[in-house]
């Protein structure tokens, strides 16, 4: 399946049916008088937010939503059918944004969670809701409430707990692979990642998902390489574990680099709290790590955490940290004792 984490779409919500103007004609009824019907509903537009999903590739094909319009009202008072509610599902992560893409109009982060983007138009009122003493026939009816339509941006952000930075050839895939039931494509040239990837890794009796995202070079905020675009799948982790090349020529200057690109693209990203892991090592001596190790740690001003993702070597220590820094796991809900009829039980409308 093919990843797409923007789609422009557009969404009209349905108009209200038209109100009936009718008369009551019966036997023995001497003064029938209006009995015209109101005019249905239009259907909503409703985004849900669905597990399962985790690309918009769907919306390349299908960009255009349209709910229906209520049904006329009738003679003998009866109402129209409403039009029915268009649901539109997306991915957990999903934002809609207005056209201009500066307005964030809905954020989806809870599974299951529902919004009603447009309301239909009601239905006009049918002749028989304008009769009064002094109007006893009246023939003027309503015809519905228009429609709202507009043009929306989906962008995805991918929900994860930790993300991976660091340049091209890093060793990012090669770590969420070791770590996770991932299946990333490793290469020996840059940016074998064309695409962010999520991996769920299982340690010390915790689970905690893992976003790799494509390398970073310098100018990337310009647009460089790949660009910082899928920087905005990190921006709800809750720590970015930095991996850097030890074998590269100047691997502080490579930190520097990618921390410098953070900070242009901003969304709070260069103040998450960060892990360091010095990736590689099993290709040099050990002496020599020791002095990088030293040099990354007086220009970070933080703790570096020397690791291999080939080896395994300091992975172990590496995910210690992430899990310290995720926090603890969200304690499950109590189940509710449908047994007993004095407890409540909770339920949804939707």
Same mark, same amino acid.
């Given at each position: 399946?093919?990843?797409?984490?923007?789609?422009?779409?557009?969404?009209?919500?349905?108009? &209200?049916?038209? !109100? *009936?103007? %009718?008369? /009551?004609?019966?036997?023995?009824? +001497?003064y029938?008088?209006?009995?015209?019907?109101? @005019?249905?509903?239009?259907?909503?537009?409703?985004?849900?937010?669905?597990?399962?999903?985790?690309?918009?590739?769907?919306?390349?094909?299908?960009?255009?939503?349209r709910?229906?319009? &209520?049904?006329g !009202? *009738?003679? %003998?008072? /009866?109402?129209?059918?409403?039009? +029915?509610?268009?649901?539109i599902?997306?991915?957990? @992560?999903?934002?809609?944004?207005?056209?201009?893409?500066?307005?964030?109009?809905?954020?989806?982060t809870?599974?299951?969670?529902?919004?009603?983007?447009?309301?239909?138009?009601?239905? &006009?009122?049918?002749? *028989?809701s304008y009769?009064?003493?002094?109007?006893?026939?009246?023939?003027?009816h309503?015809?519905?409430?228009?429609?709202?339509?507009?043009?929306?941006?989906?962008?995805?952000?991918?929900?994860?707990?930790?993300?991976?930075?660091?340049?091209?050839?890093?060793?990012?895939?090669?770590?969420?692979?070791?770590?996770?039931? *991932?299946?990333?494509?490793?290469?020996?040239?840059?940016f074998?990642?064309?695409?962010?990837?999520?991996?769920?890794?299982?340690?010390?009796?915790?689970?905690?998902?893992?976003?790799?995202i494509?390398?970073?070079?310098?100018?990337?905020?310009?647009?460089?390489?790949?660009?910082?675009?899928?920087?905005?799948?990190?921006?709800?982790?809750?720590?970015?574990?930095?991996?850097?090349?030890?074998?590269?020529?100047?691997?502080?200057?490579?930190?520097?680099?990618?921390?410098?690109?953070?900070?242009?693209?901003?969304?709070?990203?260069?103040?998450?709290?960060?892990?360091?892991?010095?990736?590689?090592?099993?290709a040099?001596?050990?002496?020599?790590?020791?002095?990088?190790a030293?040099?990354?740690?007086?220009?970070?001003?933080?703790e570096?955490?020397?690791?291999?993702?080939?080896?395994g070597?300091?992975i172990?220590?590496?995910?210690?940290?992430?899990?310290?820094?995720?926090?603890?796991?969200?304690?499950?809900?109590?189940?509710?004792?449908?047994?007993?009829?004095?407890?409540?039980?909770?339920?949804?409308?939707?």
């Amino acid at each position: 399946m093919h990843f797409l984490d923007q789609a422009k779409i557009f969404v009209r919500s349905g108009a &209200g049916g038209p !109100g *009936a103007v %009718s008369f /009551r004609r019966e036997k023995f009824i +001497e003064y029938g008088g209006p009995d015209g019907g109101n @005019g249905g509903k239009g259907g909503d537009i409703i985004f849900e937010a669905v597990p399962g999903l985790n690309t918009l590739i769907d919306f390349r094909y299908t960009q255009h939503f349209r709910a229906p319009r &209520g049904k006329g !009202g *009738a003679g %003998s008072n /009866r109402t129209g059918a409403g039009g +029915e509610d268009l649901i539109i599902r997306v991915p957990i @992560g999903t934002q809609v944004l207005s056209e201009d893409k500066e307005t964030i109009l809905a954020d989806f982060t809870v599974p299951g969670e529902r919004v009603v983007f447009m309301r239909g138009g009601d239905g &006009g009122r049918g002749n *028989a809701s304008y009769k009064t003493s002094t109007n006893r026939a009246p023939r003027q009816h309503g015809t519905g409430w228009p429609h709202e339509e507009a043009w929306v941006w989906l962008r995805l952000k991918l929900l994860a707990d930790a993300g991976l930075l660091g340049l091209p050839n890093a060793g990012k895939s090669t770590f969420i692979n070791a770590v996770s039931n *991932a299946k990333a494509k490793v290469g020996d040239y840059p940016f074998t990642t064309t695409r962010p990837q999520l991996g769920v890794v299982s340690h010390k009796g915790r689970e905690f998902v893992v976003a790799d995202i494509p390398g970073l070079i310098e100018g990337a905020a310009d647009g460089a390489g790949i660009g910082d675009r899928f920087l905005g799948h990190i921006e709800r982790c809750k720590v970015l574990l930095h991996l850097v090349d030890a074998t590269l020529d100047n691997p502080v200057e490579n930190y520097r680099i990618v921390r410098g690109e953070l900070d242009a693209y901003g969304a709070g990203l260069l103040d998450k709290p960060e892990v360091i892991g010095l990736n590689k090592i099993d290709a040099l001596p050990s002496a020599e790590v020791k002095k990088l190790a030293t040099k990354l740690k007086r220009a970070s001003k933080a703790e570096v955490m020397l690791m291999s993702g080939a080896s395994g070597e300091g992975i172990p220590a590496v995910l210690d940290r992430l899990v310290e820094a995720i926090g603890p796991a969200l304690a499950a809900p109590a189940p509710i004792n449908t047994d007993d009829p004095e407890e409540p039980v909770e339920w949804s409308p939707i």
